[in-house]
Structures are given as structure tokens and as C-alpha cells.
């Protein structure tokens, strides 16, 4: 089966930079039994450049695709009547580049593939890509043994190409495939000492980043994971210093699971099956580590109630209970979050991860002081249960939300004391393709982060939780970016580049965002009046 992606003529970029040249790139065919995707020429914007990009599940991307050729298409600015547009006033548009980017074994994924898609995204007015630089790749085998050879390769890709590249730092594991573990002489420490691990009520932790309670011990081979990662920082700016602000724009630093500002409070296995009652239960409270209960333990005793700091609420569900039932902490009426002890459990619990974050951003915002580059870290979308009383989901992952109580404003405060800026991901979702029995809504809690961003000055630096091509996904972001919605985004990072965003399913819906998003269409009173076009149709 053939599948024609984008025409020459399919693609016209209204970016002035790019005047209105045409893009090319070529038709897919599809074989199934092979698992494999191929370009065949189209026509003569293609280079006959091959390559392959293989997918987790093995499938192959064996891509023949347009490198740099352009064909010129007629100008608009030279047609009389034709209509204008123009660009989201400040907004930069940046793609993903893939997870594994870099292998563990620090050689360049793919290399040949992700030079040719980095030049499709360019010819599409992309600014930049975002590239996940992670701890256990760099920094695989002993402390203070750092190999930035394969990110280094990429970066000089993408300056070669006049690309902007944001970097994110990520000091956790991936939560999905493909599975980078932490550095190997971490993990073995974590298997002397567990308890440097987040862990639940049954005693099992999360082994895919470091729990909170040790950013200030030295469990690392004598040094504290703060210690560890201002090492890592440094070492970044050293190796990276040659691409400041020329190539590398900004960086965000990693707090937590997927790089977020919470707790893994939905990590178990069984939070991972596709039943509609396992997506959406409330989490658990990420406060058993030996570490974690010596600092509740002190925070009851000054406050009074030593027998409060014995554990988390003993009433609390498990990762996949309803957080509705009766006879719960979230109980929406009369359940313990309302009460004092409640009040004291969930102020510690949100306490304990503010001053993590702040920790955080302010040794990257110290370390990158004298760089002209941004930083920013990610502020997680706990949306389900967001339309109850008690926001379980936000409460497990660490955010004292509730119908009482804003709990991102001093999250918010936060970034602005440190002069940083917020990520936040989920603006291509909508309330109307959530289960209602989640009482989920991700319109009204985007909502009320981005109130918050404005109240403090913050930017906000927004993002897609998925790729897809559905149309409502893609127009839902182009509803969170432009107009007011839009205020205070100053940059929209969609993830992220791989088999599927390249895929005839996928990319020409990605194209078409691309050039809405950066058209905006004029009112006819906008257009060049008679005396305009006749000078323009001279010239």
C-alpha cells in the first residue's frame, strides 16, 4: 500500500524566513509482513538518501526523504489580493528528538535518521528540538566519570543546521521503552541500601529516580545527590560551553518521575493495564522510605502529635482504588484530607517537595547564572479526579490541592523566586475525551496552573502529553496557544520525534499544525490596500 504524505504542493511555510518556498517529502510504502516503512521517490525534491530507524517493537523506518531541496513556489507577497498572515507573536516551536537519542552505549541512535528528520523540521519553520540528556548514559559507570561524546555529536548536528536546542536534564529513568536505568554504580548502591529509594505502604519502592529525603545525604559514595548533580551540571557547561546561547537556548532540570515536580505515586505495575478503573485510581502516598519517615517523624514531634508521624493515613487506598469510596481519606464529604491531622500529613508531604524543586532550580539557576540560557523544570498534570473535592491524584503525587486550598501557587512562587521558567505538558488534552467516571478535567486545572504563572510573571514553556494525529489533538493546542489562551507561552515543545511522528498517520497532521500555528489569518482590513498591490505586482 502507498501512502502519499506530503506533495510538493501540499506545504506551503508562511514563515517570512522561509518566504514561500514548497516543501517535498515524498510517499511512504507500507509492507506489513517486513514491518517496514519505505519512501519512494516522488519527485525531484528527493535526495535518495536511506536510512533506518527501528521502533521498540523492532518494526523498521526505511526513510528515502528530502534533505534540503526546496522548490520555489509563486511569492504570496507578489500576488495583488492574496491573503497575509503572520506569526504567534513570540511564540518558538520546538520537536522532541527521540528519548533514546543517545544509547547507552553513548554512540549516536539512528544517526542518519535523525539528521535527515532535523532537516524536514527545519524546512517546516521548526526553531529547535529538545534534547533528554540522561543521567545513566553520561555518567554510566562511576561517579564523577562523565562521557558526553554521542550528545555531543548531536548538538553539532543540530548547530550545523541553525537549529536551537533546549536540554533536559534528566537525573531519573524513563517510565516507558526504551529503558535507560539509572548509572550502574547508583543502582548498586540501591541495592545495598534501598532506602534511598521512594517506597510505599507495602514497602516497595520506585527504583527509577532518588527519593527527596536523600538530596541531603551523602549516600552516593560520600557525596549528596545535590553534590552529585551540581558535578554533573558543571561538567555539562564545560563540555557544552563552545554552543551557549548560540546553539543551546535553555535547560530544565530534572525533579522527579518523567522529569515532574511530584511523587511516583501511580508507579506500581498494576497502574500500567489498560482497565478503565486501574487508569484512574488515586496513587499512593510515596512516604516509607526510612529517610522520608525520619523527617515525618520530626515534623509531629515539634508540631505536638509524635503518634502522627508514624506513617502516612492509614486510611488511604491503593494505587487502583476508587478514591471515592466511603470509607477512604478522600471520602468527599467528612474524609480525613479535611481534618487537622489531614491538614498536618498533606502540608509536610507538599512541604517536602517544594523545597526539593527549589533546591534544584536553584543550583541550576546558580550554575548557568553567567550563561545566557533559560531555566526550567515541569510541573506535573494530575488531572484525573480534578471535578471532587479532594484532588486525590494531586494529592498522592505531592500538590495540596483541593477545593479549600490553591496548591500550585506557592509551587508557582517558587519558579519565580528562582527566576525560572515552568514546562507544562497536557495542552493537547480536553475535558469532552476523558472517562467521566475519572471526574477528570485538564482544561480547568491547565487553567488554574497558567492563573497562577501570570499572578507570579512565570513563563510558561508548554507541551502534548502524546503524539497523535487525531484532529482534536491538535486542535485543542492550537486553542491552548493562540489568543489569550496563549498569553505568557513563550515556547511549545511537541513530543516527540520517532517511527509514529513520521509515519503517513502522523506527519502531515503535524505539518498542517505547524503552518496554522504559525499563520494566523488577517481581517480583510489587514490586507494591502489598492496602491500596495500595485507596487508589489511591479516590483
Request: proline fraction near 4%.
Amino acid at each position: 500500500m502507498e501512502v502519499s504524505i506530503i506533495r510538493s504542493s501540499d506545504v506551503l511555510l508562511g514563515r517570512r524566513d522561509l518566504g514561500s518556498r514548497v516543501v517535498g517529502v515524498c510517499t511512504f510504502s507500507k509492507t506489513f509482513n517486513a514491518k517496514t516503512y519505505s519512501f519512494k521517490k516522488k519527485s525531484n525534491v528527493c535526495l535518495g538518501q536511506t536510512f533506518t530507524w527501528s521502533s521498540r517493537k523492532s518494526a523498521c523506518l526505511n526513510i528515502k526523504a528530502s534533505a534540503a531541496a526546496l522548490t520555489e513556489a509563486v511569492s504570496a507577497d507578489k500576488v495583488c489580493g492574496t491573503r497575509r498572515s503572520r506569526p504567534i507573536d513570540g511564540l518558538k516551536l520546538y520537536v522532541g528528538m527521540p528519548v533514546d537519542a543517545v544509547s547507552d552505549s553513548r554512540t549516536v541512535n539512528h544517526a542518519r535518521a535523525i539528521a535527515t528528520g532535523l532537516k524536514a523540521l527545519k524546512l517546516l519553520g521548526v526553531d529547535g528540538v529538545e534534547l533528554p540528556i540522561w543521567w545513566g548514559v553520561v555518567e554510566k559507570e562511576a561517579n564523577g566519570k562523565y562521557d558526553w561524546t554521542g550528545y555531543l555529536a548531536v548538538t553539532e548536528m543540530i548547530q550545523k543546521l541553525g537549529m536551537k536546542l533546549h536540554v533536559s536534564f534528566c537525573f531519573h529513568a524513563p517510565s516507558m521503552e526504551p529503558k535507560i536505568s539509572l548509572p550502574n554504580w547508583v543502582c548498586r548502591i540501591g541495592e545495598l541500601d534501598p532506602s534511598i529509594f521512594y517506597t510505599d505502604r507495602s514497602g516497595h519502592q520506585y527504583k527509577d529516580c532518588l527519593s527527596l529525603a536523600v538530596d541531603d545525604l551523602p549516600v552516593l559514595d560520600g557525596k549528596t545527590p545535590l553534590q552529585v548533580y551540581q558535578g554533573f551540571l558543571d561538567s555539562f557547561k564545560s563540555a557544552f560551553s563552545k554552543f551557549m546561547d548560540s546553539t543551546i537556548t535553555g535547560i530544565s532540570i530534572g525533579f522527579g518521575p518523567d522529569g515532574e515536580l511530584r511523587y511516583p505515586s501511580h508507579h506500581d505495575e498494576a497502574s500500567k493495564t489498560t482497565t478503565t478503573k486501574q487508569l484512574i485510581g488515586a496513587g499512593e502516598f510515596q512516604c516509607y522510605d526510612k529517610n522520608m519517615l525520619t523527617h515525618l517523624k520530626q515534623h509531629a514531634e515539634v508540631n505536638g502529635n509524635p503518634l502522627w508521624g508514624l506513617g502516612g493515613p492509614h486510611d488511604a487506598p491503593s494505587y487502583n482504588d476508587l478514591p471515592t469510596s466511603s470509607t477512604n481519606f478522600f471520602k468527599e464529604i467528612g474524609g480525613s484530607w479535611e481534618s487537622t491531622y489531614g491538614d498536618f500529613f498533606l502540608s509536610w508531604y507538599s512541604k517536602q517537595l517544594i523545597t526539593h524543586g527549589d533546591q534544584l532550580l536553584s543550583l541550576a539557576s546558580t550554575t548557568f547564572r553567567d550563561s545566557p540560557i533559560t531555566v526550567s523544570g515541569k510541573v506535573p498534570l494530575m488531572h484525573h479526579w480534578f471535578k471532587t473535592r479532594s484532588h486525590p491524584s494531586e494529592l498522592t503525587a505531592g500538590i495540596y490541592n483541593t477545593i479549600h486550598r490553591d496548591g500550585y501557587d506557592e509551587m508557582i512562587k517558587m519558579f519565580s523566586t528562582n527566576s525560572c521558567k515552568v514546562i507544562l505538558p497536557g495542552m493537547n488534552l480536553c475535558d469532552e475525551h476523558q472517562p467521566n467516571e475519572s471526574l477528570s478535567s485538564p482544561e480547568s486545572l491547565l487553567a488554574q496552573i497558567m492563573s497562577s504563572c501570570r499572578k507570579h510573571s512565570v513563563e510558561i514553556m508548554g507541551q502534548n502529553s502524546w503524539a497523535s494525529g487525531a484532529t482534536s489533538s491538535f486542535e485543542q493546542m492550537k486553542k491552548n496557544l493562540q489568543g489569550e489562551n496563549g498569553s505568557g507561552i513563550s515556547l511549545f515543545t511537541y513530543q516527540r520525534m520517532g517511527v509514529y511522528f513520521f509515519s503517513p498517520e502522523h506527519f502531515p497532521s503535524f505539518t498542517n499544525f505547524v503552518r496554522n500555528l504559525r499563520e494566523m489569518e488577517l481581517d480583510e482590513d489587514d490586507l494591502p490596500g489598492k496602491e500596495e498591490a500595485v507596487a508589489s505586482k511591479c516590483s
